[in-house]
């Protein structure tokens, strides 16, 4: 069974792209244009991966992360950031405090988020 | 270690205070971020030019060394040209503030000191403000320049934690 990835992106061209490199390499998606949108779909449905863009308007990826934490239904999720952003040590802490897989930087190549995703779920 | 040794390690720094403590803070970093550099660039969003001036000057620095820019004045009145001040129309004028933080550094500032980033807030939601500082960070490692960034902690946690992220230091002071 395919596996299933939740991306939450405010920017939609971004999100359409990730969908269909993900899909192309075999994994089904559901999209999220907010934070707040990916937290209610989690409640509904637990998928294998969350790849969460940083920056985005109303709450961060840092801050829908630390929900998915606190909560014990998706406290285990593997995560995946997206950002343009170059983390600084300190970043990489958080990064780590929050249990995050790995991050990808935009631009991205193809075939780098597919090797990110299959590292981090198979 | 102080200020000006924490400036000296890391070229951006994310300065935490109170509003209570705001005044003082700023009092005590001031003469710190003056010895950090030989030019310094301060952009205001809250306080105009002129009293920024006069604080700088009862400090007993020489506010020959710096360049301003005001985001502030010009919301209320049209601003007298001064030779060392950039007036930018408004806080919510991010593309100016950004371009005037770059002349900062085109015209030899080796530090710009953002008097106060969580200001900004009150104008743009937290993303944008996470995007907009991302963009000045990025500015000052390119052009290998430091930033300090000052916030108030009770502006926005969210957005403290948002920074925390790519700046070098975290300093509460």
Redesign the interface.
């Known amino acids: 069974m395919a596996k299933k990835i939740l991306i939450v992106d405010?920017e939609p061209h971004i999100l359409e792209l990730e969908q269909g490199i993900l899909e192309s390499g075999g994994y089904k998606t559901i999209l999220a244009p907010t934070g707040k949108d990916a937290l209610l779909k989690l409640e509904k449905e637990i998928p294998d991966l969350v790849i969460l863009d940083?920056?985005?308007?109303?709450m961060?990826g840092?801050?829908v992360c630390e929900k998915i934490r606190e909560n014990p239904k998706t406290k285990n999720l593997k995560v995946i950031f997206v950002t343009?952003?170059?983390?600084?040590?300190?970043?990489k802490k958080?990064?780590e405090d929050l249990n995050v897989s790995d991050y990808i930087t935009k631009p991205f190549e193809n075939a780098d988020l597919l090797n990110r995703v299959k590292k981090v779920i198979g | 270690m102080t200020l000006s040794e924490d400036m000296a390690a890391s070229n951006?720094v994310l300065l935490i205070t109170t509003k209570t403590k705001y005044n003082g803070s700023l009092n005590a970093a001031l003469p710190e971020i003056r010895k950090s550099a030989k030019k310094i660039g301060y952009i205001t969003i809250n306080r105009p030019y002129g009293s920024v001036v006069a604080s700088i000057q009862k400090l007993g620095i020489d506010p020959n060394k710096f360049l301003f820019v005001d985001a502030i004045t010009a919301t209320v009145q049209s601003p007298s040209q001064v030779p060392n001040c950039i007036f930018v129309s408004s806080p919510t004028a991010l593309t100016d503030l950004g371009l005037a933080f770059s002349s900062l550094f085109e015209n030899n500032c080796d530090l710009v000191f953002f008097d106060t980033i969580s200001t900004l807030i009150v104008y743009q939601?937290?993303?944008?403000v996470?995007?907009f500082v991302?963009n000045l960070v990025?500015k000052a490692?390119v052009s290998n320049k430091k930033a300090v960034f000052m916030a108030l902690k009770e502006d926005s946690e969210?957005l403290i934690?948002?920074l925390?992220?790519?700046?070098?230091?975290?300093v509460e002071f």
Do not use: C, Q, Y
């Open positions: 405010d940083m920056m985005m308007p109303g961060s840092r801050e343009v952003a170059r983390f600084s040590e300190v970043g958080v990064l | 951006i939601d937290i993303g944008t996470t995007k991302h990025t490692r969210n934690k948002d925390n992220m790519f700046v070098d230091k975290i």
